[in-house]
């Protein structure tokens, strides 16, 4: 390996040791969730946003206000209600009649970290204006236009048993979600741990690394080698959603509408990159990219009501393309050349 390679992978090393740091400290408060929370770090190195669905006292929202006081920087909570306006999210001009002009007024969106809890509850007005501040990273008010800081990330939540008072989130929107991520009921002795602690006083977290510190490992994860074969198993995959019939998946065709858009294999690609800086490599796997696959396409494909009625699932069919889309194979050497 050259002396380049061999310092980035270096750098790689040390990354992957602060981020385990980080997670650990993560740990102290959340118990289990291993899964979910590898991808909130994920979806942080990759500088996408995310969106965590589940039932209630999944510690959805507890996760990311840890991940925000782990990582510094300003973070703001938004509880997402039906009466909620754009203005209460990005701000508004307001007449100061003393001075006889209009001021701008940031909203709280204005932040390093957004949480935007049960975001399904606010009305399309709302969802639009935050469409805008989460993939340009600035929102117009009046005339003027300004942006957001850096490192920004919205991380929602959304509660999938009730349907009173919700609103289903534009195609647009959620295609703008790098990962959703479907969270389940602990283990029992997970459940035990969180009822353990909830006996107790709350654990004070350390901060452990700085906006600025996230701003250069997200650097470093562009960094991170993808093997052109890599990138087009991801358009593979892609494909094979939107034509399931000429993947081999004949019967599943009439349960996909629409497939992944092109967002999806730059999300894989994104998110590969970022899991395997995670794990400690310069260069990411196709097993990266089936790691979370269902992740990043789960939300990107539209079904028809023929798979409601029957129950079929957007896992169901991502597991199922997944098995049929042979992997490439990557050959290490070419790395260390």
Not at 27 to 53: N, P, T, Y
Not at 180 to 185: E, L, Q, R, S
């Amino acid at each position: 390996m050259d002396s380049g390679g061999g310092r980035f992978l270096e750098a790689a090393n040390e990354a992957k040791a602060r981020m385990e740091a980080a997670l650990y400290e993560i740990k102290r408060v959340i118990a289990g969730q291993d899964a979910m929370l590898e991808r909130v770090l994920v979806s942080l190195l990759a500088g996408g946003h995310l969106l965590i669905e589940g039932v209630p006292g999944l510690a959805k929202t507890l996760t990311i206000k840890t991940v925000a006081q782990v990582l510094g920087g300003t973070f703001r909570r938004i509880q997402f209600t039906p009466d909620l306006v754009p203005s209460d999210l990005v701000g508004t001009r307001i007449y100061k009649p003393g001075v006889e002009r209009f001021d701008t007024e940031l909203g709280p969106v204005f932040c390093n970290f957004l949480l935007a809890d049960e975001i399904n509850r606010a009305p399309a007005k709302v969802q639009s204006a935050l469409l805008e501040v989460m993939q340009e990273r600035q929102v117009t008010i009046g005339e003027e236009t300004h942006s957001v800081p850096a490192p920004f990330l919205v991380m929602a939540t959304q509660n999938p048993i009730e349907s009173d008072g919700t609103y289903p989130l534009p195609e647009a929107q959620i295609d703008r979600f790098m990962l959703k991520v479907v969270v389940g009921y602990p283990e029992i002795g997970d459940e035990v741990t969180v009822v353990q602690r909830a006996l107790a006083e709350a654990t004070a977290v350390r901060q452990i690394l700085s906006p600025v510190e996230l701003l250069g490992l997200q650097q470093m994860t562009t960094e991170v080698y993808v093997d052109p074969a890599l990138t087009r198993y991801t358009v593979d995959l892609a494909t094979a959603t939107r034509d399931l019939a000429a993947a081999g998946l004949a019967d599943l065709a009439p349960y996909v509408a629409f497939g992944a858009s092109p967002r999806g294999p730059i999300n894989l690609v994104y998110g590969a990159r970022a899991l395997a800086l995670l794990r400690g490599r310069a260069y990411a796997l196709p097993q990266d990219v089936r790691d979370l696959a269902q992740d990043v396409l789960r939300h990107r494909l539209v079904l028809t009501y023929l798979a409601l009625a029957e129950n079929i699932t957007p896992d169901e069919i991502v597991a199922a393309v997944l098995d049929k889309v042979p992997a490439p194979k990557i050959e290490l050497a070419r790395e260390s050349a």
